[in-house]
């Protein structure tokens, strides 16, 4: 998408009103007045002087929730009101003149759209009113259009500041980072349901999404230095210092409470972050001016993008749950594209107005800009396809040019519509493929079906015969079968009979007709769709979605079908009485299956077709290949195999149990505490619709009969276990195996108990299970030589954190030389708590000389953060290797590093002897 600038300077009120200038645009420059309404200013600061007085009780007023119904966004009649009332006292005069003119250069040019900029400056008195006003609402009376809502027309508020940025090559991936901010003394919001679609985004793989979940001003620098972050998502509440004037955000504070955030100092954070593009503020004022005596551009939206960040989105007033996570589906996938932001803006709005047609929360989001263009993210090729017009196959014909025959051919048509008298007439090929009025005349726009084989020809010819008088009554026709259009394999049938299924569309249906096996052992199924309706329907297969799935959950995608293009998408145009044939591929059974569900994709918006099940018959050949399982590592004992089922709450149709576990050690001679436990969870979706399953990493744990904790080490999701939701869309039919890594039982213990966490408990609940483990054989165990040591407090060190307790096990000396410190933490407190270290800076020292960390059990290296959770009344264990000290050295003090300034563990001084 091209934009011109049509930028509107808004300066200060000469008593006949603000003065305007129009800086640029495609007819030129001028000048005009703002006068605006007195009602429309008072009506606006009145309502959100009210907004502001309702919430000073609550510092930070950002809910995920619909407002009352009696603060709720004006009536669409008023919004309406607003708009009009604003567009007419902006576009007056000569500045209205430019407007239209600047319409007319661009009409005709559909990739070409006029961008409004507003300029205001903080110098200019009342500016902070003028800010306060809805400008999104814009909206021509004439044509009843609000211009926001129009990707040929988004309304942006731009600063114009020194050195704008360029646009930066579009990354892959483009990396988000979600910050969630949920202050212990402030409302609870509840944003599971846009955190998760968030999540989806990064599933899709159209961006790749981080989570911070406690939004701590050193864990949002940490994640900024340590990661390239393109942009950034803010989740919680804003709000006004009431002192300063200043606009804030809140985020988390030592103690868990909410610590107000200016910003200005927030852009000292993020702005100094060269990939860092954008910001999207999901918090309650934070598009809000600041006070008009102190600061009018003071609010947090300002001050990101004075402070030197290319563009901010941020809320004029609440907006509800389901506004913001369809605003942010529809912006996000548009920005990975290279799509203008003020597009992608739009298409966000857009979203929002379809979700929610009776309310204004599309005009809720506000765009700041300090680029010219708009463009954040270059695309790598820019380079526009020429639009290619679709002409008729050539027809060798003396003289005359093609538009000629053209002209000629639409002459024809017409005359035979007339003769015929009637718009429903359908034009019947030698193929009895029903054509309609509307796709003869308008072959530009017509959904033509992707490049198949020629089909058979009879003998009459290929060209349509055109009477001249009067057309012949049609008779009705039998179904016509066509067949595939390429022989299908043969081989020994193994269907025992036929499989009908339905479809969305009436009267049009299919029939699995027979399955035959190749030599090969490949499975052909063939297929017939029938259009029984009295209307023309197009229908096709998507032969990329469409599968197979069998009893154990196994995939079986189409290798090969009947099309020359490979695995395209089939689409046909079916007439009344038109009957077709397909016939599609499959890999060979495994594990000696013969139950399956067919899921046959449509490949046309509008026709689905039902999921349906098939037994074949006892004598088809299976492969060779062993049935889906766990896959165990090399040299891992098996402790628990088929564990009985885990019963799922909340969702039908999904089957869930541990179907391994199993303990296993890269180096088993290393010692005990390097194994780990893994544990496969195996879900089954035995429906016909997709089952979005998550777990959440952090509150996933075992607890022996002893009341130990044993937290989450590693897992198949690929996250650190602190950050992570493990998210996935479970299709029709198959299943999934995640697993989760654990640290080694203690020696003695017998019985474990697995919880595993859904992450939107509301939804979704995994009951608890029991699993008994066998004697560990002797291979895998470890006794290490256990050194006595003296520690003051008999080796309790405890942390800042009055509830939190941290005590020294025990000391190992390894073969190594080097020495293992093991340490317990328990939480004391009611309710889960999250721990972790700083592995840079863990240390040990014996007065001369410090030892640098060598190892852990969590795997993580040496300059890595590593959280976890600890739940209420939970204990965990960890060990850490230093490097190699000498024999002469026996006193030690034990230094443990946080992953958070928040608290800290207190140092420990041990004699070994």
């Not at 054509?435 to 020809?457: D, F, H, I, N, Y």
């Not at 195996?682 to 009969?705: K, M, Q, R, Y």
Request: hydrophobic share 40%; charged share 20%; with cysteine.
């Amino acid at each position: 998408m091209h934009y011109e600038d049509f930028v509107i300077q808004i300066g200060r009120d000469d008593g006949d009103g603000h003065r305007l200038r129009v800086l640029d645009s495609p007819a030129g420059q001028g000048t005009g007045f703002l006068r605006l309404p007195p009602d429309i200013v008072t009506a606006q600061l009145a309502r959100a002087g009210a907004q502001t007085k309702t919430r000073r009780a609550t510092p930070g007023t950002r809910h995920l929730v619909p407002p009352p119904p009696t603060t709720t966004t004006a009536p669409s009649a008023s919004n309406a009101a607003v708009g009009e009332a604003l567009f007419e006292a902006l576009f007056s005069g000569q500045v209205r003149s430019l407007y239209d003119q600047s319409l007319g250069t661009l009409r005709g040019q559909s990739k070409s759209g006029l961008r409004i900029k507003l300029k205001l400056d903080p110098k200019v008195p009342n500016s902070g009113q003028l800010q306060a006003l809805p400008w999104e609402l814009l909206r021509r009376a004439d044509t009843q259009e609000y211009l926001s809502l129009s990707r040929f027309s988004p309304v942006v508020r731009y600063l114009d500041v020194p050195r704008p940025p360029d646009a930066l090559p579009l990354p892959t991936p483009l990396r988000l980072l979600v910050v969630i901010s949920n202050p212990n003394d402030l409302d609870e919001l509840d944003v599971s349901r846009e955190q998760k679609q968030l999540a989806g985004l990064g599933r899709a793989g159209l961006l790749e999404v981080m989570f911070i979940e406690a939004a701590r001003p050193s864990a949002l620098r940490r994640a900024l230095v340590e990661h390239e972050i393109h942009m950034l998502h803010f989740i919680g509440h804003g709000g006004f210092n009431p002192d300063s004037g200043e606009g804030v955000l809140y985020l988390v504070g030592p103690e868990g409470g909410a610590l107000p955030m200016s910003g200005a100092t927030l852009a000292t954070i993020l702005c100094d972050v060269p990939t860092l593009r954008l910001a999207v503020l999901n918090a309650c004022e934070s598009a809000r001016a600041g006070r008009q005596d102190t600061h009018p551009f003071a609010g947090v939206a300002n001050a990101l993008v004075l402070g030197g960040l290319p563009a901010v989105v941020a809320m004029q007033a609440p907006i509800s749950d389901d506004a913001a996570i369809v605003f942010s589906e529809a912006f996000y996938r548009q920005l990975t594209t290279g799509t203008p932001i003020d597009t992608a803006l739009t298409e966000g709005r857009q979203a929002v107005h379809f979700a929610t047609p009776d309310s204004s929360e599309w005009s809720t989001p506000i765009l700041f800009l300090r680029i010219p263009n708009g463009e954040l993210f270059q695309p790598a090729a820019t380079v526009e396809e020429p639009i290619v017009e679709p002409v008729a196959e050539p027809v060798p014909e003396p003289g005359g040019p093609r538009r000629g025959r053209w002209m000629l051919a639409l002459a024809l048509i017409l005359v035979s519509l007339f003769s015929l008298g009637t718009w429903r007439w359908l034009t019947l090929n030698d193929q009895g493929v029903a054509v309609t009025e509307q796709a003869a005349l308008q072959p530009a726009t017509r959904e033509e079906p992707p490049t198949k084989e020629p089909e058979p020809q009879s003998s009459k010819s290929s060209a349509p015969v055109r009477q001249s008088e009067s057309p012949p009554v049609v008779e009705p026709l039998a179904p016509k079968v066509q067949p595939a259009r390429s022989p299908a394999p043969d081989g020994d049938s193994v269907l025992p009979a036929p499989e009908s299924f339905k479809s969305s569309a009436q009267g049009f249906r299919g029939q699995l007709v027979d399955v035959v096996q190749m030599p090969n052992k490949l499975l052909c199924w063939k297929f017939e769709l029938h259009n029984g309706s009295s209307s023309l329907v197009n229908a096709g297969f998507d032969l990329e979605k469409s599968y197979l799935a069998d009893n154990q959950g196994a995939r079986y995608p189409i290798v090969r079908a009947d099309t020359s293009t490979g695995i395209q998408p089939v689409i046909d145009a079916f007439g009344p009485g038109t009957q077709r044939g397909y016939w599609m591929v499959f890999d060979p059974p495994i594990g000696g299956e013969q139950n399956f569900i067919a899921f046959l994709r449509s490949a046309k918006r509008g026709v689905s077709f039902d999921a349906f099940r098939v037994k074949l018959a006892d004598k088809v050949s299976v492969d060779a290949k062993v049935a889906p399982g766990p896959q165990v590592p090399e040299g891992a004992l098996p402790l628990a195999v088929n564990v009985p089922a885990i019963g799922v709450r909340g969702t039908k149709g999904l089957e869930a149990n541990v179907s391994a576990v199993m303990l296993f050690a890269a180096d088993i001679n290393a010692g005990r505490r390097q194994s780990r436990m893994r544990w496969v969870l195996t879900l089954h979706n035995t429906t016909f619709d997709s089952i979005e399953v998550g777990l959440a990493l952090p509150a996933i744990h075992l607890e022996d009969e002893y009341g130990n904790i044993y937290s989450v080490l590693a897992s198949s999701a690929g996250q650190r276990p602190a950050e992570g939701l493990y998210i996935q869309d479970l299709e029709a039919g198959l299943r999934s195996e995640p697993w989760f890594e654990f640290p080694a039982p203690r020696p003695g213990v017998r019985r474990l108990k697995a919880r595993f966490a859904n992450h939107e408990p509301s939804r979704l609940q995994f009951d608890e299970i029991a699993v008994d483990l066998p004697e560990i054989a002797d291979t895998y165990r470890y006794t290490p030589a256990t050194l006595a040591f003296a520690a003051e407090g008999g080796g309790n060190f405890g942390t800042s954190l009055g509830s939190l307790e941290a005590r020294l096990v025990e000391v190992e000396r390894l073969e190594n030389g080097r020495l293992r410190w093991q340490i317990e933490l328990r939480n004391e407190s009611g309710e889960a708590i999250d721990v972790g270290f700083d592995f840079a800076k863990v240390h040990l020292a014996d007065g001369s000389r410090n030892y640098r960390l060598q190892g852990s059990d969590t795997g993580m290296r040496k300059d890595q953060i590593y959280v976890e959770t600890i739940p209420a009344g939970g204990k965990v264990f960890h060990w850490f290797d230093f490097t190699e000290p000498p024999a002469s050295s026996t006193a030690f003090n034990l230094m443990l590093a946080s992953h958070d300034g928040s608290f800290h563990y207190r140092p420990l001084s041990v004699e070994l002897n």
